[in-house]
């Protein structure tokens, strides 16, 4: 987390200051459930009497809420405190099991908490959002409180631990020491079965990830990546491979004799199989084991996807004769880093090809929410741009035309997918909508599997979605996983294109690699959102509140990514008119 971003994340104390500023029991509840539980506003006003239970464990009673539906439901743990003025606010009110407790829509809750902010007197409380309250649920349970990050992402609704990754504090230099130190003294102290693990490991493993972000700086192809991962690895362990997503080997490197290399059926899992189905995960750990049963004796084994959001570009498996936590954590944070590098070099080849393949794709399915809208309005929508943001939301610019925003607007409150919405401009070729959805969408998917999304369009209920591969990427597969994904959706056309000009390209590469994340989404929200049309589509505050950051750190964010897009434009132009004259 930056150092600007810590800087807006509320403490305990100004929480508790805010608190005091509400003035109904309702006010206070709303606060609570989203500081102190982490719900969203659209999960808060569904909250219903029938979604709480109570369970027995370690002698005491404990309260779960359960918000969501289907997949996306999770169990939400309720502080006794926070459980006791929920229920006596039900009981209070006589609030039937099967009913709303607030009744009010997600936006109105998101009025509310602005309404609170409001009343304080300490100027830095004033722009608190609904999104401040779940940044300071995250910060203040992985850094105050140390829950383990895996609890903090299920209780929280997060879809990945990369997600958690800005409300992280970063740990001192001491830290870091204490941490290493500890690990090597555990290691040099004899196991339960007598024998000694290797000294320094901690170190090893340091220097080895030193050198591997290196060699992943340098690669410019997957073959290279995943080649220099195991190289790396097998310094450090017995042995290290990569298998495709189904658990058949493809890299392999090993930095012993052949003959020395033997297997157990120890299955450690380092990090998680977030994006598989639990019978899919057990299909592909079996496989693991069919493929290196016999040839290694007396070692564990961590398995962890090469993951990059919710795409998985592989299978990193290490084995050794003992691993320790240290080892789990830090082969599943390589693994992050390597499918994060993969996609990377996706989207350069991309960006850097003389041609693609653009699939175009329809849907009918009505769980969406722009399909289910244009079928019951009779309207047209047209996707301008999609930004990422916090919570693993994205921030969705449309153009609606034909039907009244209002009943467009007040669809949202009912909706499962989308959480927020506001209008940007109302002209007479359309009206510019601003949509946070939160949902995996189609758009979100093709990204993830390295397309760019070139256009959607959503019409009576029939939604074409048109995004552009590399020629290297396996359209088959992506075909395939994006049908099987979004149940009725279809590919329709498939065609190959020529892409952008060099000069083009040269913004775009500067797009990708010399901005931040952070950069980029603020670039790219503010151009959509009309920020830079006069009269403005959208002021500093309307923006920085929908991606949940402060003003100040907007407008960081803001000049620092068109400085270095400018550069880039500016020095293109200069080089030309000085090759042109050099011709001439």
């Not at 977030?274 to 493929?291: P, W, Y």
């Not at 301008?384 to 994205?394: Q, R, S």
Request: aromatic letters at 4%.
């Amino acid at each position: 987390m930056s150092r600007t971003a810590r800087s807006t994340v509320l403490t305990p104390e100004a929480f508790e200051r805010l608190k005091r500023a509400t003035e109904t029991y309702r006010e206070d509840l709303v606060v609570t459930l989203m500081g102190d539980a982490g719900l969203r506003p659209s999960e808060v006003a569904c909250v219903r009497p029938e979604d709480l239970s109570t369970r027995d464990h370690g002698g005491d009673s404990h309260t779960l809420l359960t918000v969501g539906t289907g997949r996306e439901s999770r169990d939400v743990y309720l502080r006794p405190a926070v459980a006791h003025d929920l229920r006596k606010f039900i009981s209070v009110n006589d609030i039937g099991e099967d009913d709303p407790v607030f009744d009010v829509s997600a936006r109105r809750i998101q009025m509310l908490v602005t309404d609170v902010a409001s009343r304080t007197d300490d100027a830095s409380l004033q722009a608190v959002s609904s999104r401040n309250l779940r940044q300071y649920f995250a910060h203040r349970l992985l850094n105050r409180e140390r829950i383990h990050p895996q609890i903090v992402r299920a209780v929280g609704g997060w879809k990945s631990l990369e997600s958690l990754d800005s409300y992280f504090e970063p740990p001192s230099e001491e830290a870091i020491i204490d941490a290493f130190t500890a690990t090597t003294a555990r290691q040099r102290q004899p196991d339960r079965r007598g024998a000694a693990p290797p000294s320094g490991r901690g170190e090893t493993l340091l220097e080895c990830m030193q050198t591997l972000g290196t060699e992943l700086t340098a690669a410019t192809t997957r073959t290279e990546v995943e080649r220099a991962t195991c190289e790396a690895l097998a310094g450090v362990y017995h042995t290290a491979w990569v298998c495709d997503e189904q658990g058949i080997p493809r890299t392999y490197a090993n930095h012993r004799e052949e003959g020395d290399v033997d297997l157990h059926e120890v299955v450690d899992e380092a990090g998680g199989f977030d994006s598989f189905e639990q019978e899919e995960a057990a299909v592909v750990l079996r496989n693991v084991m069919t493929h290196v049963s016999g040839r290694l004796t007396g070692c564990a084994l961590i398995v962890t996807p090469l993951k990059s959001s919710d795409r998985v570009h592989g299978l990193l498996c290490v084995a050794h004769q003992t691993v320790e936590a240290v080892d789990r954590e830090c082969v599943a944070d390589i693994g992050r880093r390597v499918g994060e590098t993969i996609t990377s070099l996706e989207r350069k080849r991309l960006l850097l090809a003389d041609t693609g393949v653009e699939l175009t794709f329809r849907s009918t399915d009505t769980e969406d929410f722009l399909v289910a809208t244009s079928h019951d309005l009779g309207c047209r929508f047209d996707l301008e741009g999609a930004v990422p943001v916090e919570d693993d939301d994205l921030l969705y610019f449309v153009t609606v035309r034909d039907a009244d925003v209002r009943a467009v607007l007040d669809r949202i409150s009912s909706a499962s997918g989308v959480t927020e919405g506001r209008l940007i401009g109302d002209h007479s070729s359309g009206a510019l909508l601003e949509l946070v959805v939160r949902d995996q969408t189609f758009i979100s998917a093709l990204v993830d599997r390295g397309g760019t999304a070139q256009q959607l369009t959503v019409e009576d209920g029939v939604a074409e979605i048109a995004g552009v591969f590399s020629r290297r990427v396996d359209i088959r597969s992506v075909v395939e996983t994006l049908t099987a994904e979004f149940p009725g959706s279809e590919l329709v056309a498939k065609r190959e294109i020529e892409l952008p000009t060099q000069t083009t390209v040269g913004v775009r590469q500067v797009m990708e690699d010399n901005l931040t994340e952070k950069q980029r989404s603020v670039l790219r929200a503010a151009y959509f959102a009309g920020y830079f049309e006069w009269p403005r589509g959208s002021t500093a505050e309307e923006l920085a509140a929908s991606m949940g950051v402060s003003s100040p750190t907007l407008h960081n964010h803001l000049r620092k990514a068109q400085q270095k897009v400018l550069t880039a434009v500016i020095e293109d132009a200069d080089t030309t008119v000085r090759d042109g004259a050099g011709n001439s």
